[in-house]
């Protein structure tokens, strides 16, 4: 029972580097998220996608991209990573039942085991 | 923009003893959640509240939901040190059909023998 899947667990990158975090879930969930967690901030949102082919902004999307591949994956890339960019990245995914644009129930996000990146 | 906010962010309690945390929020919200953290691990989620008056228990913990008030409590009764943990709230912000999630900063339980 995989839940959600995310790699690599931890990198080191160079500032100017490029990197992907990879991320899966099998539960057959229509939204998938990314958020990051820094040391008294809580978490916050990166990108998020609400079914296969659609991704948006969330709180924090500077300096990341995100590619939602299928409904299974949805990865995020630092293009040029910047020691800003230091953080514990998670992965989550839910299964938003909605009609005409309202979230008909409350459901549980799940989340992956994170992802420690630092960037010298 | 919804904001969350918790309080405490640190709790040192003693076993055996009681405690609440407060977690309210800026806007209109139906659905709270509460998440426990354990250092270097995951997110675990405890309870979902769906509606004004919400209660749920399970164990040593209980949360309810004022949506009136916009204010959620999560009750620890006779804490034991397994209960040691961060513990977020996060409440819906429902955009395009999708549910994104705004975590309040968290609250670090210690429990001390």
């Known amino acids: 029972n995989a839940g959600v899947t995310q790699t690599p667990k931890f990198q080191v990158l160079k500032t100017g580097q490029s990197m992907t975090l990879q991320c899966a879930q099998d539960?057959?969930?229509?939204?998938m998220y990314w958020y990051r967690q820094d040391p008294g901030m809580g978490l916050r949102l990166i990108y998020y996608?609400?079914?296969?082919?659609?991704?948006d902004k969330g709180e924090v999307p500077n300096g990341y991209n995100v590619s939602r591949l299928n409904k299974r994956e949805f990865s995020l890339r630092l293009e040029s990573a910047a020691p800003s960019q230091t953080s514990v990245y998670f992965c989550?995914?839910?299964?938003?039942?909605?009609?005409?644009?309202?979230?008909?129930?409350?459901?549980?996000?799940?989340f992956g085991e994170g992802s420690w990146l630092t960037v010298v | 923009e919804l904001k969350v906010e918790q309080n405490p962010l640190f709790l040192s309690m003693q076993e055996g003893k009681n405690y609440t945390i407060y977690c309210n929020y800026s806007?209109?919200?139906?659905?709270l959640y509460w998440y426990r953290q354990d250092p270097g691990k995951s997110l675990e989620s405890l309870f979902v509240?769906?509606?004004?008056?919400a209660v749920k228990q399970e164990g040593r913990l209980m949360a309810s939901l004022d949506t009136k008030a916009r204010l959620s409590t999560l009750h620890i009764t006779a804490a034991v040190h397994d209960l040691s943990a961060t513990y977020f709230c996060?409440?819906?912000?429902?955009?395009?059909?999708?549910?994104?999630?705004?975590f309040g900063k968290g609250t670090k339980l210690t429990v001390n023998p």
């Open positions: 509240l769906l509606s004004n008056g």
């Open positions: 996608s609400a079914s296969e082919g659609t991704t």
């Open positions: 989550a995914s839910s299964e938003a039942r909605w009609w005409r644009g309202v979230v008909l129930s409350g459901n549980t996000i799940y």
């Open positions: 539960m057959n969930h229509n939204s």
């Open positions: 806007t209109t919200s139906d659905r």
């Open positions: 996060a409440v819906d912000s429902t955009q395009g059909g999708s549910e994104k999630l705004v």
